[in-house]
């Protein structure tokens, strides 16, 4: 199993504050006022260090910075938190992707160069919608006027590859409403989309109000709508639909989230963050104050556990499949010794004959119709303990 000895390319790295908490949203994130930015920003210097002697890097492929928002930083802390994580990663490829989310409102572009000096070279901007309404309807304190000026001022400054987030199936959205949003999207130009469906999370206002039946969303039907919409807009417009969610001009794709989904290791460091190191995944402390106080005696771990070679199998399918070209069985065997059919051989021969897998001279792909039931397919991979 070849996650027990590659060293991460790539690093992960949360920045847990927001400036308020969206409706949907379950991630782990802190209204900023009142938080020990600087604490943190100490705090995860300490993580690196500690994590970087344990397991010393290479070179560096990915590097994605995610919340939270991280934009909300001022200038100084930007810059203090890029010189620190260019201390301790300094050896990166010399075609670096190094991705900071953002929300439209936050980049100034005083922030912005401190942003591109200190090594960022793409951005993605949490967006959501064009339809301000309907931002609002979701809790998010940005408007249309704001993405336009965040955009604005990120080419302005020199970034180049720019991605945004839309979401479709949220409360009270028409498939009118989103084929607006998508016109408004794709007058940018930009070289990368991100479009997900909402999912009613647990620990969330709108799984509250949906409890209570009080959360109009569409239906079943107008929400697949909404997908092939998506799906046929983008292509038209000459996007290529390289995972579910994600399209992107040739060339553009999100490279550190592909780390992710052909099941390669990476650096996870931060409050609450996921890493998978040397064939170990963990999950740090999550609360600001709890993972800064950990980090002055040890690792911030919440909990470490080991993958066994059949879990990593099964994860190798599950996320691999998200992407269209599908699972290619050379990289099944690079990283297990054998063949995908002599682990997996009943269930792909199910869904092949299900039509929801094709089979490609490179391995296995979603089909038009297991484009659309991901989940179900996905499921099919997952051993009965």
């Keep these: 199993m070849i996650q027990r000895q590659e060293t991460p390319q790539a690093v992960y790295i949360h920045i847990p504050f927001c400036t308020n908490k ?22 995860l210097e300490r993580e690196m260090e500690r994590t970087v002697l344990e397991t010393p890097p290479g070179e560096i492929e990915t590097i994605f910075v995610g919340g939270g928002t991280p934009t909300v930083l001022l200038p100084d802390q930007m810059e203090s938190f890029l ?36 090594g960022v070279n793409r951005i993605s901007f949490g967006v959501q919608s064009f339809d301000n309404k309907l931002l609002e309807g979701i809790g998010r304190i940005h408007n249309t006027d704001d993405v336009y000026r965040s955009l604005e001022n990120a080419r302005a400054v ?27 999207a794709l007058e940018l130009g930009l070289t990368h989309y991100s479009i997900y469906s ?37 292509k038209q417009a000459g996007y290529g639909q390289y995972e579910i969610s994600n399209f992107a001009k040739p060339g553009y794709e999100s490279r550190h989230n592909s780390m992710y989904w052909l099941n390669r290791s990476y650096y996870g460091l931060g409050a609450g963050a996921h890493g998978y190191v040397r064939g170990s995944r963990h999950v740090n402390i999550k609360g600001v104050q709890p993972y800064i106080d950990a980090t002055l005696s040890r ?14 199998m099964e994860d190798f399918m599950m996320v691999g499949l998200r992407l269209t070209r599908g699972v290619k069985r050379a990289d099944f065997i690079r990283q297990f010794g054998r063949e995908p059919e ?23 792909r979603l089909s038009p119709q297991g484009l659309l039931l991901g989940n179900e397919v996905f499921g099919e991979f997952l051993s009965e303990d």
């Design 158 to 184: 020199g970034f180049a590859n720019l991605s945004i987030d839309l979401m479709f199936g949220l409360p009270n959205q028409t498939l009118a409403a989103m084929n607006d949003s998508l016109d408004k």
């Design 22 to 43: 969206c409706h949907y949203c379950d991630f782990n994130s802190y209204v900023l006022k009142g938080q020990p930015v600087m604490d943190y920003l100490d705090a």
């Design 83 to 118: 010189n620190r994580v260019r201390t301790y990663f300094p050896n990166t490829s010399s075609n670096l992707e190094f991705t900071m989310e953002a929300n439209p409102g936050t980049t100034d572009k005083e922030k912005l160069q401190a942003m591109i000096e200190g």
């Design 198 to 234: 909402l999912k009613v999370e647990e620990n969330t206002l709108f799984h509250t109000l949906f409890q209570k039946n009080q959360l109009p969303l569409p239906d079943e039907d107008v929400e697949l709508d909404m997908f092939l919409l998506i799906m046929d807009r983008l």
């Design 342 to 364: 002599t682990v997996f051989g009943t269930v792909l021969n199910k869904l092949v004959s299900r039509k929801l897998l094709e089979t490609t001279e490179e391995g296995y």
């Design 299 to 312: 690792r911030p771990l919440l909990e470490q556990f080991e993958v066994s070679e059949q879990d990593s």
